[in-house]
């Protein structure tokens, strides 16, 4: 929540503890004096002019969100689904982040997990058996979802649409 403006990160700070249970830290962007209310820190992203505080309960910074964890590599921000017939896991738990997604689907799993999707917004974690090609879709799963596979999967396969795996595989029924 937040992207009001704010005179500096004091007030911004105040702001967002007035307008927001649970606040737990702020991003104050001091180049356009944006304030940004946080409820909630997963993993921290870099922004030259940023200005963070946070409070005192946090006591450590959490994971950097474009760091991927031991065993995987990181494919990013809005790269898709990976996508199969019937290959996946919504976990039921929510981890608050994208490394420990990948470590709980390995831990569950363990070199059956080819791939996860994490999506921050929401803590969806879902894990993936096969990759047969990716679902992109730049509405539904926007920046907030990032891509992780086994460090074995060197390339991502093609999107869904250009391998015609949507239709070949699943015959979808369209309508106009």
């Known amino acids: 929540p937040g992207g009001t403006t704010a005179a500096a990160p004091a007030d911004c700070w105040n702001r967002c503890a007035a307008a927001y249970e649970g606040i737990v830290a702020i991003d104050f962007q001091t180049d356009d004096r ?49 996508f199969s017939e019937s290959d996946y896991e919504i976990l039921s738990v929510r981890p ?8 709980r689907c390995v831990s569950l799993h363990g070199e059956s997990a080819i791939a996860v999707n994490y999506v921050y917004y929401t803590g969806t974690c879902i894990c993936h058996f096969s990759c047969d090609c990716m679902y992109v879709d730049e509405f539904e799963y926007s920046e907030s979802n990032i891509l992780l596979t086994a460090t074995s999967l060197d390339a991502l396969p093609p999107n869904c649409f250009e391998c015609d795996y949507l239709h070949d595989t699943l015959n979808p029924t369209f309508f106009r």
């Open 96 to 103: 608050p982040d994208h490394a420990e997604c990948w470590e």
């Open 34 to 82: 944006k304030c940004f209310c946080q409820t909630s820190c997963s993993c921290m992203e870099s922004y030259e002019y940023s200005f963070v505080i946070a409070l005192s309960s946090l006591t450590s910074l959490p994971v950097d969100c474009n760091e991927p964890p031991s065993g995987a590599t990181m494919w990013g921000f809005d790269r898709g689904l990976c």
